[in-house]
């Protein structure tokens, strides 16, 4: 492996906490990860983003991953996943939810509606910091994901 770092990769951070928002931006910083990331706040503008709806994202991506909070208004995490995963034009792009919640039954259904992983959120600075350098290590450097 020669460690190379695909700068064409963009994320699409589904987040409704700006504070959760900032941290993510600022550990894929911290951990040299040349990556693009858009973030938005819940399911609707996620979608929207998606399907380049609405004046405010004609011109989005399309991501190569989906980081995917479960609890936000509007339309959450779950309620997301399952439309996303319903869109054929959409249906392949990789998710991973990214939340606080450790409780089983949000890890099983998520994986039920199509999730291609599932992380708990650390409190401690440092362990997200490293949760992030574990998860981008994997996705921007190990696997292949599909590219439009």
């Known amino acids: 492996m020669t460690g190379h770092i695909d700068t064409h990769f963009h994320i699409l ?3 409704d906490s700006q504070v959760d928002a900032h941290l993510t931006r600022a550990a894929l910083e911290e951990n040299r990860f040349a990556v693009s990331m858009h973030h938005v706040t819940d399911g609707i503008e996620a979608l929207d983003y998606l ?7 004609t011109d989005g991506l399309r991501p190569d991953l989906i980081l995917l909070d479960l609890n936000m208004p509007r339309m959450n995490g779950r309620e997301f996943l399952t439309a996303m995963k319903a869109d054929p034009n959409l ?6 939810i990214l939340t606080t919640s ?8 998520s994986y039920k509606l199509g999730a291609a992983g599932y992380v708990t959120k650390p409190v401690d600075l440092e362990q997200f910091i490293h949760a992030i350098n574990q998860l981008g290590n994997y996705w921007f450097k190990l696997v292949r994901v599909p590219h439009s």
């Open 91 to 96: 249906s392949d792009i990789p998710v991973v």
């Open 13 to 15: 951070l589904v987040e």
């Open 51 to 57: 399907r380049q709806q609405g004046q405010n994202f």
């Open 102 to 109: 450790d409780v089983e039954q949000d890890v099983i259904a």
